[in-house]
């Protein structure tokens, strides 16, 4: 049961990256702009052609803290994969990996704890909508729509709501810093296999320039069954990425 438990919220934690390409002052558009300006500019963000980081997840549990490599890969428009590996021995499951693949209209889970299994439904639609390297670039030109809400605090940071709503699947709340206009937090809806619908609150922080873009490298996931943390060490941009990485095996 304790194995179990740790693959849900492993599989929380692979959710939570999906978050990760997420928006940006008094007006939608112009909050969205002002984002767009902060994490890089237009310029900067049409020369990346795929991005690849690594570094290391941490997921809560009740029995203690468990940590392992994580390795994240993106390709314009939509194509993803997340690939989470951890040691269960001490839950009597030896290893766990959790490899997550998206090829840009079909999603696949190979879950070496609950078996391997098509992403469908409104996750697989969540992941149709994670465009790279941000979905508020053309969110008009994909049906999509945005509206400024208000504003809340974030960490006592205050920040504007941005809620971004596509044409099919989960609307995203997203916060951005009223000073900075970097992402704070994201909150949007994630199916997960034997729970179901869970809200899922990603919160954004350690900003860094990597050719001209700016890239969180600590990543918080928070929900009502599991908390986790990522920290990232290296991501690289524009390397040649084969398509087969991400189709089903």
């Given amino acids: 049961m304790a194995a179990m438990h740790t693959a849900i919220r492993l599989l929380m934690a692979v959710a939570a990256l999906s978050c990760t390409h997420v928006a940006s002052a008094q007006t939608a558009d112009e909050v969205v702009d002002k984002y767009v300006a902060a994490i890089g500019g237009r310029g900067a963000l049409a020369k990346l052609t795929s991005r690849t980081m690594t570094g290391t997840i941490t997921l809560t549990t009740p029995q203690g803290d468990l940590s392992g490599p994580v390795e994240i890969y993106a390709v314009p428009p939509n194509k993803s994969r997340t690939v989470v590996k951890l040691d269960l021995s001490a839950f009597g499951a030896g290893q766990m990996t959790v490899d997550q693949r998206f090829d840009g209209a079909s999603g696949y889970v190979i ?23 941000t979905p508020l670039l053309d969110y008009k030109q994909r049906g999509a729509t945005v509206e400024l809400t208000g504003k ?11 809620v971004l709503t596509p044409k099919s699947g989960s609307a995203a709340r997203q916060f951005i810093d009223a000073e900075t206009f970097l992402p704070l937090r994201a909150v949007i809806k994630v199916e997960l296999p034997q729970i179901g ?25 928070m929900s009502a ?5 990522i920290v990232i060490s290296n991501v690289e941009h524009n390397t040649k990425i084969d398509d087969a990485l991400f189709s089903k095996p």
């Fill in 111 to 133: 879950d070496t704890l609950q078996g391997n299994r098509d992403i469908t439904g409104a996750q697989a639609e969540n992941m149709k909508n994670n465009v790279f390297p």
């Fill in 225 to 229: 069954v599991q908390s986790s943390s």
């Fill in 197 to 221: 619908e869970v809200e899922q609150t990603t919160e954004f922080s350690d900003y860094r320039e990597v050719d001209g873009v700016k890239i969180p490298f600590a990543i918080r996931a």
């Fill in 152 to 162: 809340d605090k974030v960490g006592g940071r205050e920040a504007y709501i941005l």
